[in-house]
T-cell receptor
């Protein structure tokens, strides 16, 4: 079945550091890929998405590129801020399952 | 403002009691979902509904029940049969019944604690 694997957290960075959160997937067919973010005490929000190979999703300085050859969708940001502290979830969608499959989430902590 | 409203935000329950979590949306979305979130396990799908008066079991439906009598409402009942109900519950919706866009809109969640 479909699955998503994320790097375990927490990831702790100083402000203005470069961020990478790894995400790899296993899926039948050609999935759409997503990153969701959950700020403390809140529900999830869509951060960015990519629907086909080589697409790059971007939002709020975050980027992720859909790499079919490595089945990956790593999240990156060039300079993190304290306000980016949250839990980040990688997810995939395939028409076969008609539902989103989420990774376990990666907690990011950014300090001054 | 359009969105998804979950209530209550915090709920305490004694063992053996059923409890119902409310989820209301005014986005005019066809599909609604319930997820359970536990530390280190990400989100797991409990039930989903693609259209009014229809719903399907997700990956962990045992001990839960739902109804979808109105498009805007999708309440979740956590029954006494659920062996480990303490968790954070998230309701979500998507614009189409098949969820083809894969884009979900989430409520702020309800934290259930069994005493």
């Amino acid at each position: 079945g479909d699955s998503v694997t994320q790097m375990e957290g927490p990831v702790t960075l100083s402000e203005e550091a470069f961020l990478t959160i790894n995400c790899t997937y296993t899926a039948t067919g050609y999935p759409s890929l997503f990153w969701y973010v959950q700020y403390p005490g809140e529900g999830l929000q869509l951060l960015l998405k990519a629907t086909k190979a080589d697409d790059k999703g971007s939002n709020k300085g975050f980027e992720a590129t859909y790499r079919k050859e490595t089945t990956s969708f790593h999240l990156e940001k060039g300079s993190v801020q304290v306000s980016d502290s949250a839990v980040y979830f990688c997810a995939l969608y395939t028409g076969t399952a008609s539902k989103l499959t989420f990774g376990t989430g990666t907690r990011l902590q950014v300090t001054l | 403002d359009g969105g998804i409203t979950q209530s209550p935000k915090y709920l305490f329950r004694k063992e053996g009691q059923n409890v119902t979590l409310s989820c209301e949306q005014n986005l005019n979305h066809d599909a609604m979902y319930w997820y359970r979130q536990d530390p280190g396990q990400g989100l797991r799908l409990i039930y989903y509904s693609q259209i009014v008066n229809d719903f399907q079991k997700g990956d962990i439906a045992e001990g839960y029940s739902v109804s979808r009598e109105k498009k805007e409402s999708f309440p979740l009942t956590v029954t006494s049969a659920q062996k480990n109900p303490t968790a954070f519950y998230l309701c979500a919706s998507s614009i189409d019944g098949q969820g083809r866009t894969g884009e979900l809109f989430f409520g702020e969640g309800s934290r259930l604690t069994v005493l």
